[in-house]
């Protein structure tokens, strides 16, 4: 069982470069969700998923594409990477009214030059 | 819509002491709380949560927090803390039903002093 993970680990990119993101869960979990970790910021929700096919807007949306082709999978977009997008990328997932916790996996950095 | 304010950025604490770390949130509807701790280079993992029910709540690692609806406040707290509690403690809110995420304070970094 290896809950939430994320690939890759770190990345460096230019501007205006794409690039996806993908997060895995392995826990049958309905509900996932995209943050980005800032200095001094907290994290902010960008999007989430309630479900398979399913996808919705969150604090900071701008930017970002995403998808939930499969139940397991929460692939997150960028068309054209700006500085302004560096930052600590978090996955997590939640099976709300049977656990209500969020499990997080481990982070994605992302520079973009 | 929520909020949360965790009022110090920083907490600087010998080890073996006790330590509060504060947080206040507003919501104009009832709201699930959560702390979580991040490890440096990790991801995020929850200390503990609010439901319902009892307002003091036991967590993991000797941690605790208190619900006070009246305060709008859920503080963390630990009566002795040791060198391998250093971290970023976050605490975070959310309205129910889980679909809408978590709303995060700023974090709060605790650093302990041998």
Same mark, same amino acid.
């Given at each position: 069982n290896a809950?939430?993970?994320?690939?890759?680990? &770190?990345?460096v990119l230019?501007?205006?470069?794409?690039?996806?993101?993908?997060?895995?869960?392995?826990?049958?979990h309905?509900?996932?969700y995209?943050?980005?970790?800032?200095? +001094?910021?907290?994290?902010?929700?960008?999007?989430y998923s309630?479900?398979e096919?399913?996808t919705a #807007?969150?604090?900071?949306?701008d930017?970002?594409?995403?998808s939930?082709l #499969?139940k397991?999978n929460?692939?997150? +977009?960028l068309?054209s990477?700006a500085?302004s997008? =560096?930052?600590?990328?978090f996955c997590?997932?939640?099976?709300w009214?049977?656990d *209500? !916790?969020?499990?997080?996996g481990?982070g994605?950095?992302l520079?973009?030059? | 819509?929520q909020? /949360?304010?965790?009022?110090?950025?920083? /907490?600087p604490? &010998?080890e073996e002491a006790?330590v509060e770390?504060?947080?206040?949130?507003s919501s104009?509807?009832s709201?699930?709380l959560f702390?979580?701790?991040q490890?440096?280079?990790? +991801?995020?993992?929850?200390?503990?949560k609010?439901?319902s029910?009892? =307002?003091?709540?036991? +967590?993991?690692?000797?941690?605790e927090? *208190? &619900?006070? #609806?009246s305060?709008t406040? &859920?503080h963390l707290?630990k009566?002795?803390?040791?060198?391998?509690?250093t971290?970023e403690y976050f605490?975070?809110v @959310?309205a129910?039903g889980g679909?809408?995420g978590? @709303?995060?304070g700023?974090? !709060?970094?605790?650093?302990i002093q041998?």
């Open positions: 809950g939430v993970t994320q690939t890759p680990k &770190f990345r230019k501007t205006g470069q794409s690039m996806t993101l993908l997060c895995a869960q392995d826990m049958n309905e509900y996932m995209w943050y980005r970790q800032d200095p +001094g910021m907290g994290l902010r929700l960008i999007h309630v479900g096919g399913t #807007k969150g604090e900071v949306p930017g970002y594409n995403v939930r #499969k397991q929460f692939l997150l +977009g068309e990477a500085p997008q =560096t930052s600590v990328y997590a997932s939640s099976y009214g049977v *209500e !916790t969020q499990y997080f481990p994605t950095r520079l973009v030059l | 819509a909020s /949360v304010t965790q009022l110090d950025s920083q /907490v604490v &010998f006790p770390l504060r947080c206040n949130y104009s509807v709201v699930y702390w979580y701790v490890y440096p280079n990790q +991801g995020l993992q929850l200390l503990l609010y439901l029910g009892s =307002t003091l709540v036991k +967590g993991i690692n000797g941690f927090a *208190e &619900f006070n #609806k305060q406040s &859920f707290r009566p002795s803390v040791h060198i391998s509690d971290a605490c975070a @959310t129910g679909a809408d978590l @709303t995060f700023k974090g !709060t970094h605790l650093i041998p």
